[in-house]
Nanobody, 121 residues
Framework: QVQLVESGGGLVQAGGSLRLSCAAS????????MGWFRQAPGKEREFVAT?????YYGDSVKGRFTISRDNAKKTVYLQMNSLKPEDTAVYYC?????????????????WGQGTQVTVSS
């Protein structure tokens, strides 16, 4: 069983930056692909980024967000730059076992509780 705890969310002005962190406990962290998703009110959960042996990004964040991981610290990060009001959402960290399409919500086995990111215009 893996537990995930996100932190680093908050209120930022458009054009600003935030770095989200997701600390994992339980399991062998390096065995999991890690992903970030987000969900805005009234919308479906949206893929943001994933990292395993390589990284992939959703089209809406490509070039602005960077995902990274520190296996020794059991932590995955999401550096968010050039933030826009449309980036406002609850951001979730997730962990997946096995070889799957890690851009899909259903590919993940464990989820954090989420952290709110609000970007003001």
């Amino acid at each position: 069983q893996v537990q995930l705890v996100e932190s680093g969310g908050g209120l930022v002005q458009a054009g600003g930056s935030l770095r989200l962190s997701c600390a994992a406990s339980g399991g062998t962290f390096s065995n999991y692909a890690m992903g970030w998703f987000r969900q805005a009110p009234g919308k479906e959960r949206e893929f943001v980024a994933t990292i395993n042996w390589s990284t992939y990004y959703g089209d809406s964040v490509k070039g602005r967000f960077t995902i990274s991981r520190d296996n020794a610290k059991k932590t995955v990060y999401l550096q968010m730059n050039s933030l826009k009001p449309e980036d406002t959402a609850v951001y979730y960290c997730a962990a997946a076992r096995g070889v799957r399409d890690h851009r899909l919500v259903e590919s993940y086995d464990y989820w954090g509780q989420g952290t709110q990111v609000t970007v003001s215009s």
